[in-house]
């Protein structure tokens, strides 16, 4: 199957880049050499799996059934239903949307999300949202966004008719980052869940889950070099995208869902260089999914000069949370950087560490971003 062509950046400041990166350190050209992607890890062998609610998202539905179906097209990510400790959308997504919503930090009134895969992260802000009016939801391909939406609309089959009805007019288009939603009334609250690891350029985009560990040549992006020497760049592509596609409310926010193994300094950085005022506002920790394909690409970039990137047994990221929910452990982060410290593995010494048979994770920051004051 041939590549797919991503939109024209010269229209959209948008599309993706070449591997070649200012260093802003060395005043240097760092060439991101890309590392081969193993597909085995990223099909899922089953299509159609039940999800229990309570089980899964780890709270009680207040609007959503207690179960439903959730079913995959050869391209979406895969939920990771049998191991909730291993899935964005449980460990990132349900815990940021329930920090913004306890914490007051604004109605959310029309929520969009980027990089849905099945749709469980619309599914969440349905339920956790009670203002909610209107849902849109991006990913790379058409099928995968189809199969949201009909994940979106088996989830409320019970559901009371305003929720359905939210649900029925939800958009699912598929395109690069926010492309898909230009010309779309402001949202309230933008979520992005956007890969890290460069995929070679030549890999197939039309191969499996390939889209799930994907950058792309973002050469028009003019991504500050900090952002891509941690490997940042889709997360700032979104915030630029937000701001000059005017897709934000006055009083909107996005939510970015990384991966913790840099420092959160410079995500913060990011929210900044992008203009945006950045802040945590959940700290949580996930089992790595994808171990090789992700620890190893993280251990590839490292060895060319990226990071410092950062990973933790399992069992230290467990002990060291213990003591916290993901709301408070944001407003802790300090604390937490300092007990996790001496737990702290470098991407190579973590492969080698999974390879032997031990679990390993990586924290995971949701930062909220406001526009600066003055900004339009
Ligand atoms: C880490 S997965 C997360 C999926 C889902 N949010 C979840 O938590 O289960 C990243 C998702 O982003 C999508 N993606 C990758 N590059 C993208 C891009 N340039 N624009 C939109 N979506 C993209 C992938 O196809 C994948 O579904």
Known sequence: MAPIRLPSPIEDLSSVRSAEKLDSNKG????KQKFDIKESELHAAKKSRNVNFEAFYGIEPTRIDRRFDVTLSDHSYLPKIENPRADWVVTAATNAFRAFQNGELGQVKRFATIGTGSGTDVIAALDIFPAIEAVAMTDLHDSVVAAAKANVLAATEKADDEIRAVAAS???????????????EPFDLIYENLPNIPLPDTADLGNGQASSTYVGDRSQDKIPPFASTALLDLHYVALWQAKTFGLLSPTGAVLSSMGGRVATDAMLKLADAAGFVGRVIS?????????????GGYAEFEKQGLGPFYFYPTAALEKVFAAYKPASAALCAQQIDIKLSRHRLDATTALQ??????????????MASVLKTGQD
């Open 283 to 295: 700290l949580s920790w996930k089992e790595q999914s994808e171990p090789e394909n992700v620890i």
């Open 170 to 184: 939800a958009i699912a288009r598929a395109g690069d980052v926010l492309v898909p939603l230009k010309g779309q």
């Open 353 to 366: 560490r999974y390879r032997q048979g031990e679990k390993i994770g990586h924290t995971v920051v949701v």
């Open 28 to 31: 240097d050209v760092v060439h």
